[in-house]
């Protein structure tokens, strides 16, 4: 059985994929904030993702899908501190400890950028 890592797997696309992947007969681990998922880690905590990667052992599918929406306002009026939380969940998140690096070879690796378009950010 194929399995797979969802970080940010407890709502909105990442739980969209967990479901999809799921009914496909893949074994879904998700990793998120909630208290409900299966690791409740923070993406920006690399001790937390590496030990997590470790319990989990090697998979077959790796999909970043945490994200935060960053401030919504005028560059000059934003709190530099949120840009860096920011930054921080929805790049830097993405590799540290990397879940990936458990991946089987030839294992599919799937950013998700959702937070763009779902929040209204077209035309800005």
């Known amino acids: 059985m194929k399995r797979a890592i969802i970080t940010g797997g407890e ?10 992947l799921r009914a496909d007969g893949i074994d879904v681990i998700t990793f998120d904030v909630s ?6 880690v923070d993406v920006t905590d690399a001790a937390s ?11 077959d599918i790796l999909i970043n899908s945490a994200g935060i929406v960053g401030p919504n306002k005028p ?10 939380r920011t930054f921080d969940v ?22 998700t950028h959702r937070q763009h378009r779902e ?6």
């Not at 208290?35 to 409740?40: A, M, N």
């Not at 929040?119 to 800005?124: A, F, N």
């Open 49 to 59: 993702i590496t030990a997590a990667v470790a319990d989990v052992g090697p998979v």
């Open 119 to 124: 929040h209204g950010g077209q035309g800005r």
């Open 75 to 84: 560059l000059i009026e934003s709190d530099p501190a949120a840009w860096e």
């Open 90 to 111: 929805n790049v830097h998140g993405t590799f540290p400890g990397h879940p990936g690096s458990g991946a089987r070879h030839g294992g599919a690796r799937l950013g």
């Open 35 to 40: 208290p409900d998922s299966d690791y409740p």
């Open 11 to 20: 709502n909105g696309l990442g739980a969209a994929c967990a479901d999809r």
